[in-house]
């Protein structure tokens, strides 16, 4: 018996490789089948099972493909109803991969559909469980993703309660537990950066598997504090459901190589986004103007499907070379399948063509802690909960958080100069770059942001709702 988490960490999702004898199953795979596929030729596998815990809403998977090439039967739990072919399976049901088994144990609450998938080993021994979005290290699958007329969010927070005393916590504690997602991912609230821990030790760390909690204190718990879910994630539940354009598609469209003037006939012919993925450094440097600066060494997936509303967008990628294929995949992963190609050679192909491009006014953060008065403008783009928690004290702080910059741009005056800053320095370039779209020009980035800003002699804390204050 073989089993290989194969974590990605600008998703924080894992899938997982199962093998015996000969035979393997995936479960929750990402879009792009090659990562499995070769894994399996390698080890001299067939791969028999597409297992999927439920209908993903922070990224498309690859199933539908991933069958198609393997010949794999795709495993969806009760209730699941998708628009290919698929094994529909059953509480309790088994399925026999070379010498173990996989019992599919339903345990709706995250999802109606909501399957966790238990290993039994060659012995018939429980070995370790698979539970998707239903139990993380640490906490549980929010239940707010699949509501209904006919189904509350207090509801599957009941049906989640269930699933967890009545199919997970019975179970051995010993067995290990593998969940879907870790640390930084939309899907819970409060994950451990740990990627799977054994069940007797989430019973005594993890808040909701509580021995003495009731079932309404679970629903107040797993209800309370959840922000609004990205604006992608019931877009990919959709295309979950459904057969997509194949990922090889959408590589050979995305590589399509694209002259500087390509670009510049496409920027003014149609409605297209120049998406900058390069570093923070270039970025700031010089780029194309209006262009959207997510870049690939952030967590670029999320943010893409947060602030890109139409999932159809057409998009040139503004990639550093060699990584235009990453920027396609990654894009590809949470539904953005319309990358029309790259532009090729780079900035300094578009710089030979003549074009102009913008940059951005970027300082230190002892220049900003040695410079500022108290007639400056700071515009603070992180989360309202880390603004909450300290920022900043100053008479002119804002802030108009990332998340939202889009709908809440006239929140910020065009007459004002502004120094912006993040926690670290990407979230601050990604919102000048959008407000840059939007028109206006008197921003200046803080590099390294907040937590660079913290260590600054010139900065207080006490132990206030908003702890950390600047001196002047």
Partial sequence: MYIEQLY????????????????????????????????????????????????????????VDLAKKTG????????????????????????????????????????????????????????????????????????????????TEADLAAYLFNSLRNKIMVLPDTITIYPAHGAGSACGKNMSKETFDTLGNQKKLNYALRADMTKEEFIKEVTTGLLPPPQYFPKNVAMNKGVNKSFDEILKQGLTPLSAQDVNTLIQDR????????????????HLPNS???????????????????????????????????????LARVGYDNSLGYLNGGIKAWKEAGFSLSSVTSVTPTYFVNNLTPDDNVLDVRKK???????????????????????????????????????????????????????????????GGFNELKKSNKIQCSDYVCPSTMAF
């Fill in 292 to 330: 959207l600066f997510i870049g690939l060494d952030g967590s670029f997936a999320p943010w893409v499907g947060t602030l890109i509303e139409n999932i159809n967008q057409p998009i040139i990628i503004i990639a550093p070379e060699g990584r235009e294929e990453e920027a396609v995949m990654r």
């Fill in 72 to 151: 794999a039967t795709i495993v969806f739990g009760p209730n699941a109803n998708p628009n290919f072919d698929f094994h529909s399976g059953k509480d309790n049901e088994l399925f026999s991969v070379g010498k173990i088994t996989l019992k599919l144990l339903h345990t709706p609450g995250h999802t109606m559909e909501s399957a966790s998938y238990l290993l039994l080993d060659e012995e018939g021994k429980e070995n370790s469980i698979f539970t998707g979005d239903t139990l993380f290290i640490g906490d549980v699958g929010r239940p707010d993703l699949a509501v209904k007329s006919d189904v």
């Fill in 271 to 286: 409605n297209v986004l120049c998406l900058d993925v390069r570093s923070t450094t270039d970025f700031v440097k010089e």
């Fill in 8 to 63: 990605t960490g600008c998703l924080a999702e894992a899938a997982y490789y199962i093998e015996s004898n000969g035979e393997a199953a995936i479960i929750d795979p990402l879009r792009e089948t090659a990562p499995y596929v070769e894994l399996a030729k390698k080890r001299g596998t067939k791969i028999k099972y597409v297992f999927l815990t439920h209908f993903h809403a922070d990224f498309v998977s690859g199933h």
């Fill in 385 to 447: 909960t880390e603004f909450f928690s300290e920022h900043i004290e100053h008479p002119h702080v804002q802030n108009t958080q990332l998340d939202t910059l889009f709908a809440d741009f006239n929140e910020v005056s065009k007459d004002k100069t502004y120094y912006v800053h993040c926690a670290g320095g990407y979230r601050s370039l990604i919102a000048i770059s959008i407000l840059k779209q939007k028109g206006y020009e008197k921003l200046i980035n803080v590099e």
